[in-house]
């Protein structure tokens, strides 16, 4: 009985090899998509739990319009469960590169930026526990002194913007503000408005700075 049946079998492939290798390749196909499909979200909570991890990407981000003193720092430290907090400066300003306005936000850095390990484009390594959010450095070099700033490498990208470039702002007194290196952080997300790409772009200056939430500026980098 197994002997007829086989040969059943083996006749109905060979009268009609052609539907059969067509049937099988649509399962193969269809098995393949299935198993990339069941990977995928694995795949990506692991790449992405790396990258986190690797950067020290914060839990929670605390606001104030009005700033925080070193009493509220000294304050959160000592919540239970926090075991590092980085104080920032940050504000929004528009920058202007070929006749294109950029809503961009600058960013400051703590110093441990400058000794941070990131040559494996995946960690940035720091002894400085207090060091969150770090970002990764693709190319140029670490701000070192009041004046520079590093650019984030999706805006290099977008544009074609290379190291060297010059990078001036207008933020109250501050002016004449250059650039000596790019880091990546995914941040900018390109939107479509009147026949021009707006990007949302994040710049990163030493922490010397004195930055206030709300302040407004003119940011432009000539090519």
Request: overall charge negative; charged content about 25%; some cysteine.
């Amino acid at each position: 009985m197994r002997g007829a049946f086989n040969k059943d079998v083996l006749r109905s492939v060979t009268h009609s090899l052609g539907r059969f290798l067509a049937i099988a390749a649509i399962v193969a196909l269809g098995t393949g998509f299935y198993a990339g499909l069941r990977m995928t979200a694995p795949d990506m909570k692991l790449a992405a739990d790396e990258y986190f991890d690797g950067t020290s990407l914060m839990d929670i981000r605390v606001l104030s319009t009005l700033g925080l003193t070193d009493d509220d720092i000294a304050a959160l430290r000592h919540v239970e469960g926090v075991e590092a907090v980085m104080p920032a400066r940050e504000t929004d300003v528009m920058a202007s590169i070929d006749g294109e306005q950029y809503a961009t936000r600058v960013h400051s850095l703590p110093d441990a930026a400058r000794t941070s390990d990131t040559s494996d484009g995946v960690h940035a390594r720091s002894d400085d526990p207090d060091y969150l959010n770090r970002p990764l450095l693709v190319r140029g070099s670490w701000p070192q002194k009041t004046g520079e700033c590093v650019l984030s490498a999706n805006l290099v990208e977008n544009d074609a913007i290379a190291v060297g470039d010059t990078l001036t702002y207008t933020l109250d007194t501050f002016e004449g503000e250059t650039f000596v290196g790019t880091v990546t952080k995914i941040y900018a997300v390109g939107t479509k408005k009147q026949n021009a790409t707006y990007f949302d772009v994040r710049i990163t200056l030493p922490s010397d700075k004195a930055l206030l939430p709300g302040m407004n500026g003119t940011v432009t980098i000539n090519k």
